[in-house]
């Protein structure tokens, strides 16, 4: 069974940055797309972040020029550096495959934005 485990996040000031973490056991990451998704309180859960099996990069409009997903094959983890961090950013953000996120959902990990 796939195990999706989320590291991280943190309370940071608007203009901060963090970097996510998700340790993937139970299947190869290099095997397919992996996603970093993100849900704000009373808000749907959307994708903000791919990395394609072949490495290739996508991001939400939202996001784009601040967030960058990368991946450690050997490692078998995925990583979401975020950058210059607005208070809308603030939601629990969780990896899972993408597009589909047809893994079990892990925990998350709350990221903060706020003075």
């Known amino acids: 069974q796939v195990q999706l485990v989320e590291s991280g996040g943190g309370l940071v000031q608007p203009g901060g940055s963090l970097r996510l973490s998700c340790a993937v056991s139970?299947?190869?990451?290099?095997?397919?797309?992996m996603g970093w998704y993100r849900q704000a309180p009373g808000k749907q859960r959307e994708l903000v972040a791919v990395i394609t099996r072949g490495g290739i990069t996508n991001y939400a409009d939202s996001v784009k020029g601040r967030f960058t997903i990368s991946r450690d094959i050997a490692r078998n983890t995925v990583y979401l550096q975020m950058n210059s961090l607005k208070p809308e950013d603030t939601a629990v953000y969780y990896c899972?495959?993408?597009?589909?996120?047809?893994?079990?959902w892990g925990q998350g990990t709350q990221v903060t934005v706020s003075s």
């Open positions: 139970g299947s190869m990451i290099s095997a397919g797309g």
């Open positions: 899972n495959a993408a597009p589909t996120g047809y893994y079990r």
